[in-house]
């Protein structure tokens, strides 16, 4: 990699600027950042059970995090931190899969207060590198191939693994033995809509997250799914 790369030309920061900071370095935002609207249920996908405003991490208030880095190192650095907002962001509102079409225009990838926004190409090439890093997943379309690999914007939803399958099985089954709920015939509805679980991250989850995250423990022996698709229940071991 050259080492005389020139910043982009809407910002005046070194390339170190953006790699230097943590992506576990959160801090409050300004408030002109705080005021700007969460996703839409469209956008989400699910509704979020968590009203609190999401603290931006410093990075998001730099232009160049919002265009795309030509120093490789930089440009990792970027897409990691891009990342980390992500997975972030969404374990906050409780955020399962996202419409990348409807997301551009939220302040996950539009910050109004600096007038800068992430752009369909360059979002797209962060969600690839979270799929990569096995931290986010094309949603499947009737015809077997990822809705997110054509170049449109219709089609474009994602899942965010904030937690993975295998770890919202994990999270269930803890829930089901700390509850004492082994041989109990359970709704998919009380499991993920019940004031029961109201604490738990897997409360207003997906539905087809939800039989991801059960069709593990079948596999593993440890719950049994039964019904018609639209009055499902199951009963763990």
């Not at 982009?8 to 705080?34: E, G, N, Q, V």
């Not at 992430?118 to 797209?124: G, K, N, P, Q, Y």
């Not at 090439?125 to 094309?138: D, I, L, N, Q």
């Not at 009380?190 to 029961?196: F, G, H, N, V």
Request: net charge neutral; hydrophobic share 35%; aromatic share 12%.
């Amino acid at each position: 990699m050259t080492s005389n790369y020139t910043p982009s030309s809407d910002s005046s920061y070194a390339p170190s600027t953006i790699s230097s900071y943590s992506t576990a370095s959160y801090a409050t935002p300004p408030p002109s950042t705080l005021a700007q609207p969460r996703p839409s249920s469209t956008t989400t996908l699910t509704p979020s059970n968590n009203k609190t405003l999401f603290p931006f991490p410093p990075y998001y208030t730099f232009p160049p995090f919002f265009t795309s880095q030509k120093n490789l190192t930089t440009h990792h650095a970027q897409l990691t931190k891009w990342s980390s907002l992500i997975l972030a962001y969404c374990r906050h509102h409780k955020i399962f899969k996202l419409s990348l079409s409807e997301a551009l225009e939220t302040d996950l990838f539009y910050n109004r207060a600096i007038g800068k926004r992430l752009s369909r190409e360059d979002a797209r090439e962060v969600v690839e590198f979270m799929r990569r890093e096995g931290r986010a997943e094309w949603v499947t379309g009737v015809d077997g191939r990822g809705r997110g690999a054509g170049g449109g914007g219709e089609g474009s939803v994602f899942w965010v693994w904030w937690r993975d399958v295998e770890e919202w099985a994990g999270l269930i089954a803890e829930w089901v033995d700390e509850t004492a709920q082994k041989n109990t015939v359970l709704t998919l509805y009380e499991l993920t809509e019940s004031e029961a679980t109201i604490s738990q991250d897997f409360h207003g989850m997906d539905p087809e997250l939800l039989q991801k995250a059960l069709s593990v423990l079948v596999k593993r022996g440890k719950a049994q799914v039964f019904g018609q698709e639209d009055q499902q229940g199951v009963k763990f071991f």
